[in-house]
Each structure stands twice: as structure tokens, then as C-alpha cells.
């Protein structure tokens, strides 16, 4: 069965200098870890204002595509760059690798995964950062609200009634912008966030250290400790709360092998129209451009 970057190559569509490059490099550093290696970038820093630069069910087609051949006894390694997204479709990728890779599976984080690109770190054995790269909170948000502000907001107003049932217009305006069941689904946002990095960290990362694991879900997913959902996480601060974090600094080697990936996706993103690249280092890549695939 053909991928879909065969039959793009069946129709007769040339590799730019740029598929070389990071081809290049994805497989240069295949060769010096001895692993399959999964690249998951996206242009969010570059391209603000077009669809799909986040996590999403869309994405499971360019996974599929690029551990298509793959020799998976060799485990994964998987460089994230992504705002996040969504986390059902973050766990449908995650249950998708952990399955086809035997639970085998470091990640790669050379600048950024936020939100939903942590809770796929949350999936690996440990975590490769440099000084430069960052983790983010996993607190769900709608439309850019935090769901545990939206649970404080209620636990607010219930507390303020039993006190003062004479400002029950005042919580009702102010409560009026949420629909009818809102906070039960931020509830349940709250609840499957933490539920799902507990169950990927206990699988591997953090699988016989219950206290590690503990701080580990506190610190991801509370919103107390990060304030904004935007706070960036260095690697000091994850090895601090109990992830296992392995600093690319101490391999010159690794570190100028994952840096040239970084760079020759990001320099894709700044001179072509892609938006999204999901490849492997087995010159299997599945790209998502502006206007369409």
C-alpha cells in the first residue's frame, strides 16, 4: 500500500532543496542514536493567522504516514515543536505510538511543545531539552479562558451565596456568559487533562516513583502554579517537579545533530507556504501548506 508522500512522488512532484535538507539531517541523527526518528512540527511561531497549526485529528494521517516502513523494534525518538491543541486528538497519537512502539519512545524538544505537545512528552522514557527549550501548563482552556478559572469562578459564587444570598443578581450576570452545564464540562476538561498525563507518566517515565509522579501532575496541571497557560517550563524547573530530563548540552553531538533538524524546519516554514510537516528519517514526510496539502 502506497503513503501519501509515494503517491505524491507517483505524480511526478520533485523534492525542493528544502524536503532535502531536513531529510538530511532527520537522517543523520537516525544514525548516531540507532533509533527511528518522528519529526512533529508545526509553524506557529512564523505563521499566526492560518488553520491548523495546532494538535488535531488531522494529524493522525501524517503519524500513520511516517512509521509506514518503519523498523519500530528500534524505538522512537520524536521531536516536538507545536503550540498544542487538542488533548482526545494528543491521545489518539499517543495511544498510536505507544502501541507501535512498544512504549519505547524518547521525545525531543529543541524550543518549544506546549500544552497539549507536553502532555505528548508526558508518553516518553525521558525528555531531551536544551537550555533554550520549553514545556508548558496542560490546563485545558476555552476560547483562551482557563477551565480551572472557570471552576473557581463557580466555587466563588456558591461560597459567596451561602454567606450572602443577597448578591444572587450580581453572580447572575456575571455568570450568564457561560452556557447552561459549562462548568461541569470544564470539570471534566480538568479532570481528563490530569488523568491522562498520570496514566502516560506512571506507563514509563515515572512508573515506580508515586511521589515523583504526584509532584509531576501537580505541577503540569495546576493552574495556581503557572498562572497563565502561556508560562514557559525550562528544564530546571522539569527536572525540579519530577520529569526525567535528559540536557542535550552534555552530547555536543546530539546537540548540533537535533539543532540542524530545528533549524532546517524552521527555515521551511520562513521561505515556503507549509504550515505543518510531519516526517520521518526514512524520507517519508507528510506537509500541510497554506491553501491545502
Not at 12 to 28: A, H, M, N, T, V
Not at 36 to 55: G, R
Not at 77 to 105: C, M, Q, W
Amino acid at each position: 500500500m502506497a503513503g501519501w508522500d509515494d503517491i505524491l512522488t507517483e505524480l511526478g512532484q520533485i523534492p525542493s532543496p528544502f524536503d532535502s535538507l531536513r531529510q538530511k539531517y532527520l537522517s543523520e541523527l537516525s544514525k548516531y542514536t540507532k533509533r527511528c526518528t518522528i519529526a512533529y512540527y508545526s509553524s506557529f511561531l512564523d505563521k499566526t493567522d492560518v488553520p491548523n497549526l495546532d494538535v488535531n485529528d488531522s494529524d493522525m494521517e501524517g503519524f500513520m504516514n511516517a512509521v509506514k516502513g518503519l523498523k519500530c523494534s528500534k524505538g522512537l525518538d520524536l521531536i516536538l515543536h507545536t503550540p498544542g491543541g487538542d488533548p482526545t486528538a494528543a491521545e489518539a497519537i499517543v495511544k498510536y505510538l505507544k502501541e507501535k512502539f512498544n512504549n519505547d519512545i524518547r521525545v525531543i524538544v529543541p524550543q518549544i511543545a506546549m500544552s497539549a505537545g507536553t502532555m505528548i512528552a508526558c508518553c516518553a522514557k525521558e525528555i531531551i531539552m536544551g537550555k533554550q527549550s520549553s514545556l508548558g501548563p496542560v490546563d485545558p482552556q476555552f476560547s483562551g479562558i482557563p477551565a480551572h478559572n472557570i471552576k473557581q469562578e463557580f466555587d466563588e459564587a456558591k461560597t459567596d451565596l451561602s454567606k450572602h444570598p443577597e448578591n444572587a443578581q450580581y453572580w447572575a450576570i456575571k455568570l450568564q456568559q457561560y452556557p447552561a452545564a459549562f462548568m461541569k464540562t470544564a470539570i471534566d476538561a480538568i479532570e481528563l487533562s490530569d488523568e491522562l498525563i498520570r496514566e502516560w507518566l506512571s506507563d514509563v517515565m515515572l512508573k515506580d516513583d508515586k511521589k515523583q509522579l504526584d509532584e509531576a501532575v501537580l505541577f503540569l496541571g495546576s493552574h495556581e502554579n503557572s498562572k497563565v497557560h502561556g508560562r514557559h517550563y525550562q528544564y530546571r524547573e522539569c527536572l525540579k517537579n519530577g520529569l526525567k530530563i535528559k540536557l542535550m548540552e552534555n552530547d555536543d553531538t546530539l546537540q548540533d545533530l537535533i539543532l540542524s533538524v530545528h533549524h532546517s524546519f524552521m527555515i521551511t516554514f520562513q521561505q515556503t507556504s507549509a504550515v505543518k510537516i510531519i516526517s520521518n528519517d526514512q524520507n517519508k514526510a507528510f506537509i500541510f501548506s497554506v491553501g491545502g496539502k
